[in-house]
């Protein structure tokens, strides 16, 4: 299999030194240059033209992100985005990203993001990508301008001094049962009914998912799909699928997708 020609790019020394240490170690990697800011990248790349770029997203002047939006009118190399901040993870699969990498950074990880970067160098023309990654950059810097222009923090998704625990009170021929809206991990719609699931339990209630929704605390419950609502107290992961998709990861076993149309509210909760 043929080498690849990476590049590797991050404002932090130590974190370079490490970084060339740990690609050394795999045979399929050539690394053909170092950078430590942005600007050196966008240069690099051009002179260089390597197939992947090992790419830090926090670093001063020049961003991650606007490295990539510099190359797209000349040269798109694989990117893996390297990071202690894992609130940019969706942003980086929205702007096509073979992987994401928080640090500190694992030899298994950056054998997995090398594996997929061969993966798609095999099977992907990633240039017909552009439009709509330099539509997703656009994107992340209007928010990344909106937050700066604020001059404020982003406020908490939970507000512990001002939440009331409501109830949902669920109807069954001669019983009453009444759930904690803090118990209800996640609900999915079934027809004329929502199921409700709470501490190992599936409760069924004849509602509609809108008007169930409109019941329950919009601080902490979210709407991921077009037949499912989660509870964001409950999420443990956040997968990145295909396409703009993800699933959450909800305790061991439930596995919850989120749509394209719905995935914000995800990315809310990870700034938040």
């Known amino acids: 299999m043929t080498k690849l020609k990476t590049l590797i790019v991050?404002?932090?020394?130590?974190?370079?030194?490490?970084?060339?240490?740990?690609l050394n170690k795999i045979p399929d990697i050539e690394i053909v240059g170092e950078c430590k800011n942005g600007r050196e990248a966008i240069a690099a790349t051009l002179d260089l033209s390597p197939q992947l770029i090992f790419l830090d997203i926090q670093m001063p002047g020049l961003d991650g992100f606007d490295v990539v939006k510099s190359l797209q009118s000349d040269i798109l190399p694989l990117i893996v985005f390297t990071t202690a901040y894992e609130q940019y993870a969706l942003d980086a699969f929205d702007v096509h990203a073979v992987d994401y990498i928080l640090k500190p950074i694992d030899d298994e990880r950056i054998v997995r993001a090398v594996q997929r970067a061969q993966e798609r160098l095999e099977g992907v023309d990633t240039q017909?990508?552009?439009?709509?990654?330099?539509?997703?950059?656009d994107s992340i810097n209007q928010r990344k301008n909106s937050e700066t222009s604020s001059n404020r923090s982003i406020p908490s998704l939970f507000p512990m001094n001002t939440f009331v625990d409501k109830k949902i009170v669920i109807k069954d021929r001669d019983e009453i049962t009444i759930l904690k809206q803090s118990d209800i991990e996640w609900v999915d719609a079934a027809g004329d009914y929502v199921c409700l699931h709470s501490q190992g339990e599936t409760h069924i209630?004849?509602?509609?998912?809108?008007?169930?929704?409109?019941?329950?605390?919009?601080?902490?419950?979210?709407?991921?799909?077009?037949?499912?609502?989660?509870?964001?107290?409950?999420?443990?992961?956040?997968?990145?699928?295909?396409?703009?998709?993800?699933?959450?990861?909800?305790?061991?076993?439930?596995?919850?997708?989120?749509?394209?149309?719905?995935?914000?509210?995800?990315?809310?909760f990870l700034l938040g």
């Open 10 to 22: 991050d404002d932090e020394p130590l974190a370079l030194k490490l970084l060339r240490a740990k």
């Open 128 to 137: 017909e990508d552009k439009p709509r990654i330099l539509g997703a950059i």
């Open 205 to 268: 209630k004849r509602s509609t998912l809108k008007e169930l929704l409109s019941e329950l605390d919009d601080n902490i419950f979210k709407r991921v799909h077009r037949s499912t609502i989660v509870n964001l107290n409950f999420i443990d992961k956040v997968i990145p699928h295909t396409k703009g998709e993800f699933f959450l990861l909800l305790g061991e076993f439930e596995k919850i997708k989120v749509s394209r149309n719905y995935k914000d509210a995800i990315k809310h």
